[in-house]
């Protein structure tokens, strides 16, 4: 996308990983977590586990559109990660400790984006294949005050997560811009009829008039 001019904007809307966030590496509190409970594991197997689970997740993490449904969700991403790592352990009593050595941080220059697209005047979303957790990790990381509306489960490459954001926000496709990492990213922001722009957000901000 080259430079866009503010004036054909209404609204930004935003992919949460790798747009807004990246994970902190898990090996070392997934190692330790499995050391405590008798399983001790080469770092490249815990690794090779927790690459087999992400793959599990990412194709279903609009199925945890609810607590409950988070829930499943997590145990079933845990049995995974325990299958791969070949350790004997009750996947749901290990679930809850497998989410919770998984910390977020905010990527570089994202939060001072959001402020100058707020100073813009535009209305902001963020709109991602993530669990019902997303707004909970938002508010923790302290983006939550910078978006109007949060839509998780969103499965994109359907246009359905965007067009929602963009049905609250009471903005038109044509008059709004997505930014994510991802090809499906893409593809969800075409279909939907909106403008697309690759991440990092920083440099899509810059490129503005």
């Known amino acids: 996308m080259g430079r866009v001019s503010t004036a054909e904007l209404d609204a930004v809307t935003l992919d949460a990983y790798g747009t807004l966030v990246t994970l902190v590496d898990p090996i070392p509190n997934l190692s330790e977590a499995l ?24 194709a279903r993490a609009s199925s945890g559109y609810d607590e409950a449904r988070l829930a499943q969700l997590q145990e ?3 049995r995974v990660f325990l299958d791969t790592v070949g350790a004997d352990l009750d996947a749901a009593e290990f679930a809850p400790v497998y989410a ?26 963020v709109v991602a294949n993530w669990d019902v957790s997303l707004s909970e ?21 359907a246009p359905d997560g965007l067009l929602r954001a963009l049905n609250e926000l009471g ?23 909106m403008r697309f722009a690759p991440a990092p957000v920083p440099d899509v901000v810059a490129s503005f008039e």
């Open 35 to 58: 050391r405590t409970r008798g399983a001790d594991h080469t770092p490249e197997l815990v690794r090779a586990g927790f690459r087999a689970e992400v793959a599990h997740y990412q």
């Open 76 to 78: 079933e991403c845990a």
């Open 100 to 125: 919770a050595a998984m910390h977020f941080e905010v990527l570089p220059q994202v939060r001072e984006s959001l402020v100058q697209l707020q100073a813009l005047g535009l209305e902001l979303a």
């Open 137 to 157: 990790l938002l508010e923790e990381i302290r983006l939550a005050k910078y978006f109007t509306v949060i839509v998780h489960a969103a499965a994109k490459p």
């Open 171 to 193: 903005v038109k496709a044509g008059r709004a811009l997505h930014i994510g990492d991802d090809e499906v990213d893409e593809l969800a922001a075409r279909a939907a009829g």
